[in-house]
Structures are given as structure tokens and as C-alpha cells.
């Protein structure tokens, strides 16, 4: 690889000088080589078909604006000038209420370069039913395929003093495959307040993963007191 290269970047940001709070932040940056490098991507090259003479990388370029405490808006990508093209991006937008109860998340993923090409949509969400029942769920599409690639579908039930989790969940056995199918679970849990749960898996760990704020909610709710 590349053993000799200087990292040159630039990047702002803005916060509330009451609250600390990031509202605005915008960096870009580039590598500049200063001699050539050797990255192989198949076994069978020589060193000189594998000799790469770059000598600077693409760019790369974040940029977040949070409007207010609720709603993040962020965009991130690589653009390479000397093909004039996009190698990859993410744009997201992400809203939670103040108290956490109702969540909604949609990004868009692109990206085109030798190690992979795809592009995808992820929409998630928690929105409560009653003062009792919350449901939840994420779509994640493939969108040069056309097809579901992961899902999850839930619902939650709590009281003073227990709480009972159920989530049904799929993935896609392998994306590089177009006849894969889609993999299903299900899972479900109960929990007493105060103390451990039963059931066949950890919801609360799972959704963390899954759905962007959910670990913020658990911990908002935590620090009040809501089950």
C-alpha cells in the first residue's frame, strides 16, 4: 500500500453556547501520495499490473446540520475529480421526539467502486399506538436488484411493572446471490421491573443495532424512570 502520504483536511462546526449542542459541522479532506504504491486486487497480477501511480485520492466530504434538538440532516461522500464521478455516499435524515417515544429514520446508501457497487434505502421507525403499546420496524432495499434485503416488524407492551418485547426479523442469506431467500427469526421477551428476562433472545440489543436512537431512548428512559 501506500507508506508515504501526507492527510490534508478542513472542518467547522458550530454549537449552542447554551446547550453544547452540534448544529452544524462540514469537513473535507484528501490524501496526497508522495510515490506510488502496489494494492493487488487479484492473486494473479505482477507487481507492475498491481503498481498503483495516483497521486492524490478522491475527496471526501461530510456535512450535518441539526436544525433543532430532534432532527439530524447529514450527507457524506467520496468524489473522485479525475473520473468525474461519485464512488460512494450517504445522505440521512433523523428525527426523535424529546421523550423518545416516537422515532423515524430514512438514509439512502451509493456507492461504485472496484470493491463493490450498490445502492440502498433504510427506513426505520417507533411510533406509540397507546400510552401501553409502542410499535416498531426497518425496511432495508436493495435498489439496483429490487429487493428486500432486511426487515423487522415489532411490537411492545409495558406496564407499571413488566414488559413484553416481540419482533419478527429477516435477512437476506447472501446479498451476492440474486436467487438467495430471505432468512426469518422470531423473537420474544418478557422482563419483570427490576429484574432479568426471559425469552429467546435480546430484544433491546437487537433494536440497538437496528434502529438509529433506539440505545438514547433505553437510556432516556432509564434516567426518568419509564419503563
Known amino acids: 500500500g501506500y507508506n508515504h502520504r501526507v492527510t490534508v483536511g478542513l472542518q467547522t ?11 452544524f459541522r462540514a ?11 502496489e494494492v493487488f486486487l487479484d492473486s494473479d497480477q505482477s507487481a507492475t499490473d498491481g503498481l498503483i501511480t495516483e497521486k492524490e485520492s478522491p475527496y471526501a466530504a461530510d456535512l450535518l446540520w441539526r436544525p433543532n434538538s430532534r432532527l439530524d440532516l447529514s450527507v457524506t461522500g467520496v468524489w473522485d475529480p479525475g473520473e468525474n464521478e461519485t464512488q460512494s455516499g450517504a445522505t440521512t435524515a433523523s428525527f426523535h421526539s424529546d421523550d423518545y417515544r416516537k422515532l423515524f429514520n430514512v438514509s439512502h446508501r451509493y456507492r461504485n467502486d ?16 397507546t400510552e401501553t403499546i409502542n410499535l416498531f420496524g426497518r425496511w432495508l432495499f436493495d435498489l439496483r436488484d429490487r429487493r428486500t434485503i432486511g426487515a423487522l416488524a415489532g411490537i411492545e407492551y409495558s406496564s407499571c411493572c ?12 447472501d446479498e451476492d446471490e440474486m436467487d438467495s431467500e430471505l ?11 427490576g429484574l432479568g428476562g426471559l425469552g429467546t433472545g435480546d430484544v433491546d440489543s437487537a433494536l440497538d443495532g437496528e434502529i438509529r436512537n ?14
Request: charged fraction near 25%.
Open 214 to 227: 433506539m440505545s438514547e431512548r433505553r437510556r432516556y428512559r432509564e434516567e426518568n424512570y419509564i419503563w
Open 13 to 23: 462546526r458550530f454549537q449552542r453556547t447554551t446547550t453544547g449542542l452540534e448544529i
Open 183 to 193: 432468512d426469518h427469526g422470531f423473537f420474544i421477551r418478557f422482563q419483570l421491573r
Open 27 to 37: 469537513g473535507l479532506g484528501q490524501i496526497f501520495y508522495l510515490e506510488p504504491g
Open 162 to 173: 413488566w414488559r413484553v418485547q416481540a419482533m419478527s426479523h429477516a435477512v437476506l442469506e
Open 114 to 129: 472496484i470493491a463493490e457497487t450498490l445502492e440502498q434505502t433504510d427506513v426505520s421507525l417507533l411510533f406509540p399506538a
